[in-house]
């Protein structure tokens, strides 16, 4: 009895505090100011268990993790428009809308990122929140514009395919998404507290972000997230 009875309060509980995507999608945009929108997420489960990208293509690189429709211009801050996307599509992934004033951030291969961060920390950088997924973990830094990306690429002897820039016009699947590569979860979460989380330079990170990317044991540089 006791046992029915505790998975009723779970159950009500979860139901009071509505789901995860909502919550977080409304974390972002009414704490801290960022530009979401509904990712195209995964399709129904088949017969077989596959869940493959809900977008039409049938070879789709980034299963579940890109906008589809709306667009990636649709993102906004408007509490009520995130209601109403999240009420009918409660599972869809959350997109942030990167540059602008919005956090741009940096990704590269899981194996990469574990290491780029351990080389940081052991440097005693301050890092902002790192988004990862089974197979890429992204830092977030301040916005910079495309100017300010070229001229700190241009002076790298290499830069590997495997790192990726999200800057103006760009996008990151954010926490708690689920997409074609698994469960997407903060390996640095924002700290609690109205006040947007505080974010690094570019320029503080690259050099540790790119050695660990061309040391990567598989160059990951498939696209996929």
């Keep these: 009895m006791r046992e029915i009875l505790g998975r009723r309060r779970r159950l009500l509980f979860r139901r009071k505090r509505g789901p995860a995507q909502l919550g977080a999608a409304l974390t972002c945009v009414a704490e801290w100011q960022w530009p979401v929108l509904p990712g195209v997420g995964l399709k129904a489960a088949g017969s077989r268990g596959d869940r493959g990208c809900a977008c039409p293509d049938p070879e ?4 579940g993790a890109h906008p589809f429709d709306p667009g990636i211009l649709a993102a906004t801050t408007d509490e009520r ?16 809308a990167t540059g602008g004033r919005a956090p741009c951030a940096v990704s590269l291969p899981a194996v990469a990122g574990a290491r780029a961060l351990s080389e940081l920390d052991r440097m005693g950088m301050r890092l902002g929140p790192v988004v990862a997924t089974p197979t890429r973990w992204s830092l977030l830094v301040a ?3 495309l100017e300010q990306l070229g001229e700190l690429l241009f002076v790298k002897d290499c830069v590997p395919s495997s790192l990726r820039f999200h800057g103006e016009g760009g996008y990151l699947v954010l926490p708690p998404s689920e997409t074609g590569t698994g ?9 609690p507290g109205s006040a947007a989380p505080w974010l690094p330079d ?8 790119v ?3 061309t040391s990567a044991p598989d160059g ?3 696209l996929a997230y």
């Design 60 to 63: 789709c690189v980034v299963p």
């Design 81 to 96: 428009m995130v209601r109403w996307w999240w009420t009918n599509r409660p599972t869809a992934p959350i997109m942030l």
């Design 143 to 145: 916005p910079y514009t």
């Design 183 to 191: 469960q997407v979860r903060w390996e640095r979460a924002p700290l």
């Design 202 to 209: 570019v320029e503080a990170v690259v050099d540790a972000l």
């Design 211 to 213: 050695e660990a990317s």
């Design 220 to 222: 990951g540089s498939r």
